[in-house]
């Protein structure tokens, strides 16, 4: 009996060895693991290339962008508008610059609202946002990006409607970008505009021409406002040339179109 205890012991205390062994193995590996992705997402750092714009007028906004607590940009679509905002906003929480990305945007639109559908505010505005989310993603690389962006709502990347961000603070370092201002209320941008802080950029991308709301926009009456009384730290770009359009194909024969058609209805009247 003395025998046979004394060979179970020998067995436990050889599994409990190699319990030993396997778990500093495995933290070995966690380390090494960690290491390397570190290392990866420092080369995927240096690797990214820088953002570049394609005309004077994108050159002044990636300044804005920089220097400016509010970037009013107005145009029509294929100018970059939200494009290099998710560009700034992406490479500056991959620098851990801010701590957060905010992109919110109005639930009227043409037709249903997408107030009645089912879900969260991201699963409710994904599709409507989803260019500014892909660019974001890009400029972070996959893994960083869906560590930030968790379920859309709790983590560092939160997709809201604007009516839920309404008298909330924005204290942190943080990009908060408004697609389709336009759509918004002056009562629902003074809401927004006055709840800002310093560590805050403030992006509002729109054009009011394309406004399915009845009266002032709130985008408008921000733009007024500002200029009215001068206040600094607050930036306009105007996309509002034909030659301001960088894509390209038939998606640009388009935009310019459409674009002079507006330019022409605006001096004519």
């Known amino acids: 009996m003395s025998k046979q205890r004394h060979e179970n012991r020998n067995a436990q205390q050889n599994r409990s060895g190699r319990g030993k062994v396997k778990k500093l193995v495995n933290d070995k590996a966690l380390e090494g693991g960690k290491v390397i992705k570190e290392k990866f997402q420092e080369e995927a750092y240096k690797s990214m290339p820088p953002i570049k714009a394609m005309n004077a007028k994108q050159k002044d906004y990636l300044n804005l962008l920089k220097t400016c607590n509010i970037v009013v940009v107005e145009g029509i679509f294929g100018t970059g508008k939200s494009f290099l905002a998710a560009c700034s906003a992406g490479d500056a929480l ?35 946002v989803r260019n500014i989310l892909d660019t974001v993603k890009t400029r972070m690389g996959s893994g960083a990006y869906y560590y930030a962006l968790k379920d859309g709502i709790t ?108 330019f022409f209805k605006k001096n004519k009247e």
């Open 155 to 262: 983590g560092q990347i939160e997709v809201q409607e604007l009516e839920s961000i309404r008298g909330r603070s924005f204290d942190e370092k943080c990009y908060l970008i408004i697609d389709e201002a336009q759509q918004s209320t002056p009562d629902e941008m003074l809401s927004i505009v006055t709840r800002i802080s310093d560590n805050t950029t403030l992006v509002l991308c729109g054009d009011d021409s394309q406004k399915d709301i009845r009266g002032e926009s709130g985008l408008a009456w921000f733009k007024a406002f500002a200029k009215r009384h001068d206040l600094q730290g607050v930036g306009f770009v105007d996309f509002n040339d034909p030659s301001d359009i960088v894509r390209g194909g038939l998606v640009r024969d388009i935009a310019v179109g459409l674009a002079r058609d507006a």
């Open 94 to 128: 991959r620098k851990k610059e801010i701590e957060k990305i905010i992109v919110a945007r109005p639930y009227v639109m043409t037709g249903k609202t997408s107030g009645f559908k089912p879900g969260s505010s991201y699963d409710k505005l994904y599709p409507f």
